[in-house]
């Protein structure tokens, strides 16, 4: 009998691992975070439901690893835009134009919405939900590094709380175009009211706000 080695016995947990999380986000979006059990995810991902509960002991705890790998999908991209050799100003401008790009508009933002939701009205704090506070902290680092450069390379008024000013652009953007695009099915059925003509203004205002 050949003995599986230990790197090989990982990988194979790590893929069980992502498959179960992916299995189960799309159970989530399809009938809603309250109405799916854990046999309907063993049942989706072809697995029994001790060896689910053996990754998951709790539903709270595998929707919480849903949402952090939610938030984890757009690090690296963050990152790049961050990095870039761009003014701070134009690299914000992307960023926000990423935040609110139509493919970043779908499952993600509808999962986000749902989770939120679901944690605040939680009786006690959900199992891990600590991993998902410091992945968005993860990610507000990122932004600071724009932040930074943003006070040297004078593409950004130096005359404003620079930090609270930026964190506010990017909360207040990436809120107003998730929630009209959800809304965008039953809302905003004329041509000059359409979500994407909103977050342009939106933009707009938001970023002459910053201009030197």
Wanted: net charge negative; hydrophobic share 40%.
């Amino acid at each position: 009998m050949v003995m599986e080695s230990t790197g090989l016995r990982e990988k194979k947990k790590n893929a069980r691992y992502r498959s179960i999380v992916n299995k189960a986000e799309q159970l989530f979006l399809d009938k809603g975070l309250d109405h799916v059990q854990m046999q309907d995810i063993a049942d989706a991902d072809g697995i029994g439901i001790a060896t689910l509960f053996r990754y998951f002991p709790k539903k709270d705890k595998l929707i919480v690893a849903v949402a952090v790998a939610n938030l984890e999908k757009n690090i690296e991209t963050y990152k790049e835009l961050a990095g870039s050799n761009q003014t701070a100003y134009e690299r914000l401008e992307q960023v926000l134009d990423f935040l609110t790009k139509d493919d970043q508009l779908q499952s993600a933002v509808k999962f986000r919405e749902a989770f939120e939701s679901y944690a605040s009205f939680a009786k006690s704090p959900l199992d891990d939900i600590q991993d998902y506070i410091d992945t968005q902290k993860e990610i507000a680092r990122i932004f600071m590094s724009i932040i930074d450069d943003g006070r040297t390379d004078g593409s950004i008024r130096t005359n404003i709380p620079v930090k609270e000013t930026l964190i506010t652009i990017i909360n207040a953007y990436g809120t107003f175009g998730n929630n009209i695009a959800l809304k965008s099915p039953i809302s905003y059925l004329e041509d000059d009211i359409a979500p994407a003509n909103q977050r342009r203004i939106l933009k707009e205002m938001l970023l002459t706000y910053i201009r030197p």
